[in-house]
């Protein structure tokens, strides 16, 4: 990790990491008075605890290879873990994963202050950005739909029609994105598993689903396949979520995003490891 990332080290680099430590050093003071916030009346962050207790406590949900997912010794491995592993050097702390059975049990975990961020890839929606904070995104995400081999669909549109059944992972901007998708047919939302095979079993006429994951499920079931030879319907970005009112914590996820973005990082890891085309977040 540490070689491939010098091997993308530039004057601007160095340039980066100069301003971003001035940066730092007059970061503004963090908000106050929020309910689900991590700061307090002192003006202090979160990002000072972090470094006070040396460990950084990552949310997330440990089913998504190649992104985040359990290696053969069952420890954490993917896209989000080579970045957070970053994060953590960078912090000067040490990395713990805080792995949910569930997807919806991600956000309350956060909000009942049982980890410091979530890393699964949360797309800034305007509902959940009434109770948390979003950073930058640092993963793209292209929306695909998975039809039956045998289906007689053309198009994405096709599918918005009463008695069609589209799943999707429960919680997920898939899920979302479906219900403004297809408002006339059944969305319905399944754990990552259950909503693709539901395609494949023939209990739903289409799944939609991120590209990395759909690629290996198409290459793995011969009786489905790609909508449209794999184009997406739409494109969003993952991003850090953290609990609300702590500015200072969320400008300094924001600089790192945008340092490893910049200097070429983040989008070598992503297509190295993802195996898709990196896609610039606006």
């Given amino acids: 990790m540490d070689e491939e990332r010098r091997r993308w080290i530039t004057r601007r680099t160095l340039f980066g990491a100069a301003a971003l430590l001035a940066g730092g050093a007059v970061a503004a003071a963090c908000e106050t008075g929020t309910a689900s916030g991590s700061s307090n009346q002192s003006g202090t962050s979160l990002l000072d605890e972090i470094q006070k207790r040396g460990t950084l406590n990552v949310i997330t949900q ?13 420890q954490p491995a993917g896209y989000d873990i080579d970045l957070l592993n970053m994060m953590a050097k960078d912090l000067n702390v040490k990395l713990n994963v805080l792995d949910q059975d569930k997807f919806d049990s991600i956000v309350p975990a956060l909000l009942a202050k049982k980890g410091d961020m979530i890393s699964v890839g949360l ?14 995104g640092y993963v793209p995400y292209g929306q695909v739909v998975i039809v039956p ?25 898939a899920f979302f994105r ?40 198409v290459q793995q079931h011969s009786n489905v396949k790609l909508l449209n030879d794999g184009k997406p319907i739409a494109t969003e970005f993952g991003c850090y979520g953290i609990r609300q009112g702590d500015q200072r914590w969320l400008n300094w996820l924001d600089n790192w995003v945008r340092y490893n973005t910049d200097n070429q990082v983040m989008p070598g890891m992503y297509e190295k490891t993802i195996q898709q085309p990196w896609v610039q977040p606006s």
């Fill in 62 to 74: 440990l089913k998504y290879p190649p992104e985040m997912f359990r290696d053969p010794s069952n």
């Fill in 123 to 136: 797309v800034n929606t305007p509902k959940r950005a009434l109770t948390m904070d979003f950073s930058k």
């Fill in 149 to 173: 081999t045998s289906s007689s669909v053309q198009q994405p549109s096709d599918l918005n029609k009463s008695g069609v059944v589209i799943t999707a992972l429960l919680g997920s901007t």
């Fill in 178 to 217: 479906s219900q403004i998708l297809f408002p006339k047919a059944t969305v319905q939302g399944l754990e990552q598993d259950p909503a693709l095979l539901a395609v494949a079993t023939g209990k739903s006429n289409a799944c939609v689903v991120e590209t990395y994951l759909a690629t290996p499920f």
